[in-house]
Every structure is written in C-alpha cells, then in structure tokens.
C-alpha cells in the first residue's frame, strides 16, 4: 500500500480538497447539489453527459468547471467520475482529496470537514463515507425503500455508495473505478482498495440528501435488477477471491429468485393441489424479515420492507440472468435507468 499523505486534512483539507459531482438533465437538483459545496473546497467539476435542459450552463455560471463527458463511449457512471478526477488532476494538481457525489444530492452542512477530520485519524483509510438520507422518504413507498437502502453501521465497512471521500492515493493504486461496469462501481473499487489493506468508514453523520423521485413499481423494479446485475458482475470478476465477493449475495438471489420459485411450481404441479403448500415459503420469508426489522421499526415499515426484501429476488434473478446472457452472448452491456429521460442511470448501492 502507497504512504499516505502527512499533511492533515484537520488544518488545512478543504484546500487540497475537490469535488466531483455527475449528472444528466438534474435540474434544480443540480443547482441544490452545487450549491451546497462548502466554501474553501480547492476546485469542483461537474461531468455532464449529454444534457439538454442547460445544466452545463448552469454549473458553469455557478463558478464549477465542466467535463462533456464523450458519449461516442457507451456512458457509465464510474467513467464519468474517473473523467472528473482527471480534470481535477489537470487543473488543481495540488488536490489529494476527492469527494465525489451524484448530482440528484445534496451535502449536508458541516459533513465535509467531519469526514476530513476522520480521514486525518489514520493513514490506511482510503474512503469515508456517511449516511446518505432520501430527502422525502414519506412521498412514495419507493423513496421510503431507498432510504432504507442506505442504512449502514457506522464503523470500518466493505463498501460505500456513490457519495465518498476519497483519497487519491488510494484510487491512484488501484486504478481509479473499473469503467466497464454499468452497476456496482463503487463496492468493486472498495473491495480492491481492501484488498491492497486500505480501509473503508462509514460515519453515522448525514453525509447527502438524494431525491430518488420514484413514484411508480416499475421503477423500483428496474433499480432491483440493476442491483442483480451488478451482484453477477462483481461474482463474475472476483468470485474465485479468498473473499468470494458476491458469492453469498448471488446465492441468495439464485435461491430466492429461482430454485425456489421453480421447486414449488414443479411441486404444485405433480402434487397438485397439495403441492402448492409449497409456496408458504415465500410468506413464512417475509415474516422472519418482519420480525428482524420490527426490531429497529414500526410495524408498517418493517412489513413494507420484509416484503421488499422477498420481492425484490425475483427482479433481481432477472438482473443476473441478463447479465448472463450479455456475457455469453457477447453483447455489451447497456445501463439499466429507473429515473427515465429526465436524469441519468447511477451505479446501484446494495450494502
């Protein structure tokens, strides 16, 4: 593993600090998300990719400078930062610190300086990450599911989501994020961090605000099979690892989503009608989930996400089943959006 910077971010971070913010068609959330940059911070892109309601304009009146990322390259959100970095590099050669943050959210007051401060504790720890909050959890059982999403431990974590700060160092070692991926850049760059010995924190602080804007099921499904896309191809690339990263996850997807599915339905079919007792296991799942999360819920949000959590198999197997086919069939793989045209797809944060 590189050496770690000596300077202290405490003292004097926000100087050789940047900010890396992607986006497409965002809006007034991309005008929240680039006014919400603390003062102080060294230099700020925005990589844009192909938007048509002025955001390029937009971020460039608010003083930010602005990355056409090249769409004549099938668009990920892992190259789109990685495009980002590269211009702070160019630009802003002083910089060792990157936090990079979708541009559908918003930093929380204050979370810069903590996660810098937190950062400084320790010359192994190559990203700290916070509590990413959905700005109106209560408008759609779909934003209230996201949010739940970004529940995590406070403590040394295996992954983070979009929303981090970065050592450069540490990214610099291990090439920055894989551009190929379509979904799940985040935990796969976190697990080659890990593997080169640098650590991951998630503090309990409020780190970002994120509008998901989901409204309807069918884009809650498609961010389910983005997630089950993103799980095979994570198997795919480091599955044969001492870690075995994102066997146990698409095991329980394969499980959940499949094998038992089609061991009740040939059960219902040569026992018929008894054999469709065999179904209960999906019901009696989703009580022992509810149980779980009675325990940190009220009872109507522990049963929407019990629930969640047995249906979202079932989109997910489609997801692993997709990129199966992408794989063996050698087509490419295209991003998965659950926004529709008004903003870009972004990497999927399964923890």
Request: aromatic content about 8%; proline content about 3%.
């Amino acid at each position: 593993m590189s050496a770690a910077s000596n300077r202290s971010p405490s003292t004097d971070g926000l100087g050789v600090t940047g900010v890396v913010a992607i986006g497409r068609n965002e809006g007034d959330r991309l005008r929240r998300c680039l006014a919400s940059l603390p003062r102080g911070v060294g230099a700020a892109v925005y990589v844009d990719s192909g938007s048509t309601d002025g955001s390029r304009e937009l971020a460039q009146s608010m003083g930010v400078d602005v990355v056409e990322l090249d769409l004549s390259v099938p668009f990920t959100a892992a190259r789109a930062r990685n495009s980002g970095i590269r211009r702070l590099r160019e630009h802003a050669g002083t910089i060792e610190f990157v936090h990079v943050l979708d541009g559908d959210c918003e930093m929380e007051p204050g979370w810069l300086g903590r996660a810098l401060t937190e950062m400084a504790s320790a010359d192994d720890i190559a990203v700290v990450c916070g509590r990413r909050r959905e700005r109106d959890p209560g408008a759609s059982v779909y934003n209230f599911l996201c949010d739940v999403d970004w529940e995590a431990p406070a403590g040394d974590a295996r992954a983070c989501g979009g929303d981090a700060l970065l050592r450069l160092r540490a990214i610099d070692e291990i090439g920055g994020y894989n551009p190929a991926l379509i979904a799940g850049e985040e935990p796969e760059m976190c697990f080659r961090l890990r593997a080169k010995g640098w650590r991951i924190r998630q503090l309990a602080d409020t780190m970002t605000w994120h509008d998901a804007a989901m409204t309807r099921f069918d884009q809650w499904w498609k961010r389910c099979v983005r997630a089950g896309h993103a799980a095979a191809e994570g198997f795919w690339l480091h599955g044969r690892s001492p870690e075995r990263y994102n066997m146990h996850r698409c095991r329980s997807i394969v499980l959940w989503g499949a094998a038992l599915p089609s061991a009740a339905t040939a059960a219902s079919v040569i026992w018929f009608p008894w054999g469709l007792a065999a179904f209960l296991v999906f019901p009696v799942q989703a009580l022992r989930l509810f149980a779980r999360e009675r325990r940190a819920r009220d009872a109507r949000s522990a049963a929407i996400v019990a629930g969640a959590l047995v249906i979202d198999k079932f989109a997910q197997i489609q997801g692993l089943l997709l990129f199966a086919w992408r794989r063996f069939s050698g087509r490419e793989a295209t991003l998965i959006e659950y926004k529709g045209d008004e903003a870009h797809g972004k990497g999927a944060i399964s923890r």
